[in-house]
């Protein structure tokens, strides 16, 4: 393996990895009023492009961490967007 193969799968391996703690804090705590709904849609906005642009370059280290990264902070919004609406519910 390559040096700047390394390089990328840990970077990409630490923003994989970065939205995790606030996904378990916001499933421990219940609370996400202070995700901003914006960023996580511009962030997954980026993280498709990204994986696009993976398959485009058949890079698998780039589809696979983007791709990944993707599913977890979609969760992350989707989870934010619910909490929300159920809050203004009650």
Avoid at 58 to 84: V, Y
Wanted: hydrophobic content about 50%.
């Amino acid at each position: 393996m390559q040096f700047e193969q390394i390089i990328g799968i840990l970077a990409g391996l630490f923003t994989t990895l970065a939205v995790l703690p606030q996904i378990i804090k916001a499933l421990k705590t219940k609370s996400v009023d202070d995700v901003s709904p914006i960023m996580f849609i511009t962030l997954c906005i980026g993280l498709g492009l990204w994986t696009v642009y993976g398959f485009l370059k058949e890079d698998l280290p780039i589809i696979i961490t983007n791709g990944i990264s993707f599913i977890l902070n979609s969760f992350m919004l989707i989870l934010s967007i619910t909490s929300r609406s159920k809050s203004k519910n009650f």
